[in-house]
Structure formats: structure tokens, C-alpha cells
């Protein structure tokens, strides 16, 4: 299949999708936040609990892909922080740098593309991982940006508010027990769990508003570096060192590949650790993931 073929057929889907909500925020100045509380607290959280009730899977190798993310995770956050020292940023910067190389797109844009590219088996694969970054992103991610300065009692109650910590527990449990959801629940989990791809990648346009600065180029072309090609490198010997079946390392490897996360932005904007060199790499790696994602895909097809 052909480089074309696989950008035609993969990508410029969800591109054209991402794109028209770029354009509904621009045309009528829409604001993103309402629809980001609802995909946060409704549509995601369904479908995380969807694909993890009704995976074809053991218990074993779900926690296998979890702590193949937090190995993962655990690297590039390495990389980042010599990447610092190297550079000899400052702690504001140091937070930044390491939150964009480290959490990724996995769910606005990452289950979307591992969904269209290989379907239901490799998207279950895909939301563990999603899953996984989710809960690491709510809580390591919030003290990574604060520097060290939330105390831990604050660190739970945010955890506590994340609704992926309540909906993976109970899908795993389920799963476990071979239950299934009654029809009365059932539709309206699978209501919004069907909404939510369509929805991230409309947030994700309407995130992408276009701001940032040119400042610290060469730190941007570090991170567009590691995020979109160290990463899933790192994510490839580590499938092979965890044994995954195919489905699972496809999703793996492509979901490490994704550019920067958009709630890498929030979290600045949040914490206030340079939210404009944060939101320029998400732009940056967001505009230049096609570059890597293409030929990717056509490898792993």
C-alpha cells in the first residue's frame, strides 16, 4: 500500500473531522471548554468502559499493557528531564518540556486513527493504553506541573475527580466475572461510548486554535523529535520485550507515536509553567505528526 493510499485511508478522515471543528470555533466563536467537560465526563469514560467490558482478552494482559505504558512513560519522562539538564532550563521550563514529551495524544486523536487503521480488536488494545495515560496524566502529570509544590492530599482529591478511575475498576471487574450491562444500561453506555470519537476530534480542532509563540524553536524541534519518533522506537523494542500478539503492539506503537496532548495545555495554563512554549509544541507535533504517522501505519499494516 502506498504512503498516499495510507494518508488517504487512515488519516485525512479524522484530519477533515479535527479540521471542521477548527471551523465551527472559528465561524461561531465556540467555546471548546463545554465540550471538553462533557467528552471528559461522559463519552470518554463510556467508552473506556465499553472497550474494556466487551475486550476479547485476559485480566493478566490488560495489566501487561498498562505497565508497558508506564515503562514507557517512565523513559521518555527520563529523556526529558536530561534533555532539561542538558539545556539547562528553568523549573517552569523543565515541567513544560517534560509534559509534552511524555503525554501524548492517545484519545482525541489516538483512538480514532488506531480505530480506523485496524479496528475493534487493536482499538481495545488502544484504550487500555488511553486509559492508562488518562489516570498517569490526572495525577503524575499534575505534579510534574506543579513543580512538587501540590500536596498529596490535593493530588487525590484531583485523582479522585477523574472519572476513568471509577469506570476502568468496574469494567475490569466485570470483565472479570464474565458480567454483562442489562439493556437499560447498556444503550445509553453504548450511546456515548458512540459519540466520543466523533466528538474528540471535533475538540481536538477547536483546541488547536492556533496560538503560541515562535520562541525556543530548537526546544520545539526536540520535542516534535522524541514525542513523534523516539517515542514510538522506545514503544517498538518494548513490545517485542513484553511479547505482545500483533493487535497489542500495533496499538502500542502507534499510540506512542502520537503528537503532544491538548491537556498538556490545561495543566500549563493551570499550574502557569510557560503555557505558550506548551501550547506551540502541541500545535507543532499535532501539524507534523502526519510526517511520522503515515509511514508508520503503512509498516504496521
Request: with cysteine; hydrophobic share 60%.
Amino acid at each position: 500500500m502506498s504512503l498516499a493510499r495510507v494518508f488517504l485511508d487512515n488519516l485525512l478522515p479524522v484530519m477533515l473531522l479535527a479540521a471542521l471543528g477548527l471551523l465551527l470555533r472559528w465561524r461561531l466563536r465556540l467555546d471548546p471548554k463545554p465540550l471538553s467537560q462533557v467528552v471528559f465526563y461522559a463519552f470518554s469514560p463510556a467508552l473506556v468502559f465499553q472497550l474494556l467490558l466487551q475486550n476479547p482478552f485476559s485480566l493478566s494482559d490488560m495489566l501487561r499493557m498498562a505497565l508497558f505504558v508506564l515503562v514507557l512513560l517512565a523513559v521518555m519522562g527520563t529523556l526529558g528531564w536530561i534533555v532539561a539538564r542538558l539545556t539547562r532550563l528553568t523549573r517552569t521550563m523543565t515541567s513544560a518540556l517534560i509534559l509534552c514529551i511524555v503525554f501524548m495524544n492517545a484519545g482525541n486523536l489516538g483512538l480514532p486513527v488506531t480505530q480506523l487503521a485496524f479496528g475493534t480488536v487493536t482499538l481495545a488494545w488502544a484504550s487500555v493504553f488511553f486509559s492508562t495515560t488518562s489516570l498517569l496524566s490526572n495525577s503524575a502529570g499534575a505534579w510534574i506541573a506543579s513543580v512538587g509544590r501540590a500536596s498529596p492530599g490535593k493530588a487525590l482529591v484531583g485523582l479522585a475527580k477523574v472519572p476513568a478511575v471509577y469506570a476502568i475498576p468496574l469494567a475490569l471487574i466485570l470483565h472479570s466475572a464474565g458480567a454483562t450491562l442489562p439493556r437499560l444500561l447498556q444503550v445509553p453506555v453504548s450511546l456515548l461510548a458512540g459519540a466520543a470519537v466523533p466528538s474528540m476530534l471535533l475538540l481536538l480542532g477547536m483546541q488547536l486554535s492556533g496560538k503560541g509563540r515562535r520562541d525556543h524553536v530548537g526546544l520545539l524541534g526536540i520535542v516534535a523529535g522524541l514525542r513523534l519518533v523516539v517515542s514510538p522506537l522506545i514503544a517498538w523494542g518494548l513490545t517485542a520485550a513484553f511479547g505482545f500478539p500483533p493487535a497489542a503492539a500495533q496499538a502500542g506503537i502507534l499510540e506512542a507515536a502520537m503528537p503532544s496532548a491538548v491537556l498538556n495545555s490545561i495543566l500549563a495554563t493551570q499550574y502557569d509553567i510557560e503555557p505558550e512554549f506548551v501550547s506551540s509544541a502541541i500545535l507543532v507535533t499535532t501539524l507534523l505528526s502526519p510526517l511520522t504517522l503515515t509511514p508508520l501505519l503503512q509498516v504496521l499494516h
